[in-house]
C-alpha cells in the first residue's frame, strides 16, 4: 500500500515563496507526480520527478529524496491564482499505473 | 496536445436512474483510461483502472455491477452509475494515458471532471 503526508491547509502572501512537503511509502518506487487542482475543476499536470534532485520548470520546481521517501513542491512569485490545492501522487510499483494521491494541501495566498 | 473531455460535465438524475458518462482523449490513444471520485473537500479517490479491450480493474470496495466501465475504443471510456443514489452524488473524474505522448511517460492527463447530482 502507500501512505502519504502533505500539510493540509497554508497560507502565504502574494510575491512569496512557498514550499509544500510531501513524505510518503510505497511498495517500489517509480516516481512522483505533483498536480495542481482548482476547486471545482480537475487536476492538471504540474511536475514528475523520478531521480533525486531539483527539477526547475518556470515558477514551479519540484524536488525529490527517494532515500528519505520526501519531495516538495516550490513555488515563487507567488500569485492569487495559485490558490489551489496541490496534490502529491508517488508512483508504487512497476505494473501498477493508477495514480494514489494524497489528501492534498489547500494554499491560499493572500494579498 | 493530451487533451481528455468529459461529457457532460453536469448531471441532476432522480434517485434509482442510470447515468452514462463519457470521457474521449481528443489527440491522443489512450490505451489506459482511470475513472476517480471526489466528495466535497476530499482527494480523488481511484475507482476502476481500464484498458483497451479488456475489462475494468476495480479498486477495492467500489462495486463493478454499480459502476460498468467500457473502454472499446483507444480514445473513449463510459462510465454508467446504475440505480444511482444521492450517495453516489459526487465529483467523477477521468485521466488518460498512452504511448507516444510528449512529456513524461505515465503522466495522466485529466477531464474536467463531471458532476453528478441524484435526487
Known amino acids: 500500500g502507500q501512505n502519504i503526508d502533505q500539510p493540509t491547509e497554508m497560507t502565504a502572501t502574494e510575491g512569496a515563496i512557498v514550499q509544500i512537503n510531501c513524505t510518503y511509502q510505497?511498495?517500489?518506487?517509480?516516481?512522483l507526480f505533483w498536480y495542481q487542482q482548482h476547486a471545482g475543476e480537475a487536476p492538471t499536470f504540474l511536475s514528475y520527478?523520478?531521480?533525486?534532485g531539483l527539477e526547475e520548470k518556470g515558477r514551479f520546481s519540484s524536488f525529490l529524496s527517494r532515500s528519505k521517501g520526501y519531495s516538495y513542491l516550490l513555488l515563487k512569485e507567488l500569485q492569487m491564482k495559485d490558490s489551489a490545492s496541490y496534490l502529491c501522487?508517488?508512483?508504487?510499483?512497476?505494473?501498477?499505473?493508477?495514480?494514489?494521491f494524497g489528501s492534498g494541501t489547500r494554499l491560499q495566498v493572500q494579498p | 496536445g493530451a487533451v481528455v473531455s468529459q461529457h457532460p460535465s453536469w448531471v441532476i438524475c432522480k434517485s434509482g436512474t442510470s447515468v452514462k458518462i463519457e470521457c474521449r482523449s481528443l489527440?491522443?490513444?489512450?490505451?489506459?483510461m482511470f475513472w476517480y471520485r471526489q466528495f466535497p473537500k476530499q482527494s480523488l479517490m481511484l475507482m476502476a483502472t481500464?484498458?483497451?479491450?479488456?475489462?475494468?480493474?476495480?479498486e477495492q470496495g467500489v462495486e463493478k455491477d454499480k459502476f460498468l466501465i467500457n473502454h472499446a475504443s483507444l480514445t473513449l471510456s463510459t462510465l454508467t452509475v446504475t440505480s444511482a443514489h444521492p450517495e453516489d452524488s459526487s465529483f467523477y473524474i477521468c485521466?488518460?494515458?498512452?504511448?507516444?505522448?510528449?512529456?513524461?511517460?505515465?503522466?495522466?492527463?485529466f477531464g474536467p471532471g463531471t458532476r453528478l447530482t441524484v435526487l
Open positions: 485521466s488518460a494515458s498512452g504511448p507516444g505522448l510528449a512529456g513524461v511517460s505515465d503522466t495522466q492527463y
Open positions: 489527440d491522443f490513444q489512450a490505451t489506459t
Open positions: 481500464s484498458n483497451e479491450g479488456s475489462k475494468a480493474t476495480y
Open positions: 520527478n523520478v531521480l533525486d
Open positions: 501522487a508517488p508512483v508504487g510499483s512497476m505494473g501498477r499505473r493508477a495514480l494514489t
Open positions: 510505497t511498495s517500489g518506487f517509480n516516481g
